[in-house]
């Protein structure tokens, strides 16, 4: 622990102003994460005991210290954050360990530090992956988010089956119609959700305040919360009014809450206000991308029927039941 040279005198001071850094971009919404070759206690003993250590040890939203394989442990961290291997920026002094991740996970960006710890400095400082154009209340509350999605994660592994991991979260959707409070968040999804993205169509904050404001269209957006935290604004859909039918243009999740049955209770919203309007056809579309395979089948699995490219659900003669463990606030 004595050893270590992070302090007030050159390098140590330069070891600050990476952690600095990196801590800076934790408070905009960067998930922080360990992957390291130690023993977990010596490990954690540096960020809770050394008196110059700007990171402690609660920055990390999940952490694997261990003397296992990296790849092993980043598909693992990928799993508990239930986030994409895509989003990962693996940072590590050891060529081998960089190379190894580049070859297991051609998709993660890797920085190899050198032993100049001026020119590391540049390296995290200037990582245009983290440069982001705006900064959301959301993004501020992300690491603390991703801590209790992994012990969602961890309640998930101990339950029985699903319907009982579903019940204990104690789970609330709060849907409400797009406004301006929530404009940048919507915006924002729509600009950096992939995976669960019916068509991935990317929105400006004029044209998302279009869609709210003009009587052609329907803004719905969902928040979840449950028994370990508020989710933030994580579910969005975007539907174009036409004379018997409501066109989804757009239908979004945020990866962190992807398999809780969020999706299935934002369609039924949709299906239920679709048909108080007297609407007869919900038509969704799907466009294939090579990260949103995963809903592929969302239509199908919820009644819809193919009809050439679209999916049609004759909302007079079908409905989307609601999840059970989910309570709905409208």
């Given at each position: 622990?004595?050893?270590?040279?992070?302090?007030?005198?050159?390098?140590?001071?330069?070891?600050?102003?990476?952690?600095?850094?990196?801590?800076?971009?934790?408070?905009?919404?960067?998930?922080?994460?360990?992957?390291?070759?130690?023993?977990?206690?010596?490990?954690?003993?540096?960020?809770?005991?050394?008196?110059?250590?700007?990171?402690?040890?609660?920055?990390?939203?999940?952490?694997?210290?261990?003397?296992?394989?990296?790849?092993?442990?980043?598909?693992?961290?990928?799993?508990?954050?239930?986030?994409?291997?895509?989003?990962?920026?693996?940072?590590?002094?050891?060529?081998?360990?960089?190379?190894?991740?580049?070859?297991?996970?051609?998709?993660?960006?890797?920085?190899?530090?050198?032993?100049?710890?001026?020119?590391?400095?540049?390296?995290?400082?200037?990582?245009?992956?983290?440069?982001?154009l705006s900064i959301t209340a959301s993004d501020r509350k992300k690491g603390q988010?991703?801590?209790?999605?992994?012990?969602?994660?961890?309640?998930?592994?101990?339950?029985?089956?699903?319907?009982?991991?579903?019940?204990?979260?104690?789970?609330?959707?709060?849907?409400?119609?797009?406004?301006?409070?929530?404009?940048?968040?919507?915006?924002?999804?729509?600009?950096?959700?992939?995976?669960?993205?019916?068509?991935?169509?990317?929105?400006?904050?004029?044209?998302?305040?279009?869609?709210?404001?003009?009587?052609?269209?329907?803004?719905?957006?969902?928040?979840?919360?449950?028994?370990?935290?508020?989710?933030?604004?994580?579910?969005?859909?975007?539907?174009?009014?036409?004379?018997?039918?409501?066109?989804?243009?757009?239908?979004?999740?945020?990866?962190?809450?992807?398999?809780?049955?969020?999706?299935?209770?934002?369609?039924?919203?949709?299906?239920?206000?679709?048909?108080?309007?007297?609407?007869?056809?919900?038509?969704?579309?799907?466009?294939?991308?090579?990260?949103?395979?995963?809903?592929?089948?969302l239509y199908k699995n919820h009644g819809f029927e193919a009809k050439e490219d679209l999916w049609v659900l004759n909302i007079q003669?079908?409905?989307?039941?609601?999840?059970?463990?989910?309570?709905?606030?409208?």
């Amino acid at each position: 622990l004595n050893n270590i040279a992070v302090g007030q005198s050159y390098p140590g001071n330069v070891f600050q102003e990476i952690q600095q850094t990196i801590r800076l971009y934790g408070q905009q919404g960067v998930i922080l994460a360990l992957n390291s070759k130690n023993n977990l206690q010596d490990a954690k003993e540096v960020f809770d005991k050394h008196p110059d250590m700007i990171l402690k040890w609660d920055d990390f939203s999940a952490v694997r210290v261990n003397w296992q394989n990296k790849a092993q442990n980043m598909r693992e961290l990928a799993y508990e954050l239930n986030i994409g291997l895509d989003s990962f920026v693996f940072v590590d002094d050891n060529p081998a360990e960089i190379e190894i991740i580049r070859q297991t996970f051609p998709e993660v960006e890797t920085v190899l530090f050198t032993k100049n710890p001026l020119e590391n400095l540049k390296k995290i400082q200037n990582l245009n992956s983290f440069q982001n154009l705006s900064i959301t209340a959301s993004d501020r509350k992300k690491g603390q988010q991703y801590k209790e999605q992994a012990k969602r994660q961890q309640l998930k592994s101990s339950a029985a089956d699903l319907n009982e991991y579903y019940r204990s979260l104690q789970m609330k959707a709060e849907i409400k119609a797009g406004d301006s409070f929530a404009l940048k968040r919507l915006t924002q999804l729509t600009q950096k959700t992939n995976q669960f993205n019916l068509t991935t169509r990317r929105y400006s904050e004029n044209e998302m305040e279009h869609f709210i404001r003009s009587d052609t269209y329907r803004v719905y957006y969902l928040r979840l919360k449950d028994c370990f935290g508020d989710n933030g604004i994580t579910g969005l859909t975007i539907i174009k009014v036409e004379e018997n039918n409501w066109v989804i243009d757009t239908f979004l999740m945020s990866c962190r809450i992807i398999g809780r049955t969020a999706e299935t209770a934002l369609l039924a919203f949709i299906a239920e206000q679709a048909r108080l309007e007297n609407v007869k056809f919900l038509i969704g579309t799907y466009l294939p991308t090579p990260k949103n395979a995963l809903v592929k089948n969302l239509y199908k699995n919820h009644g819809f029927e193919a009809k050439e490219d679209l999916w049609v659900l004759n909302i007079q003669e079908k409905s989307i039941s609601r999840p059970q463990w989910i309570e709905m606030e409208e």
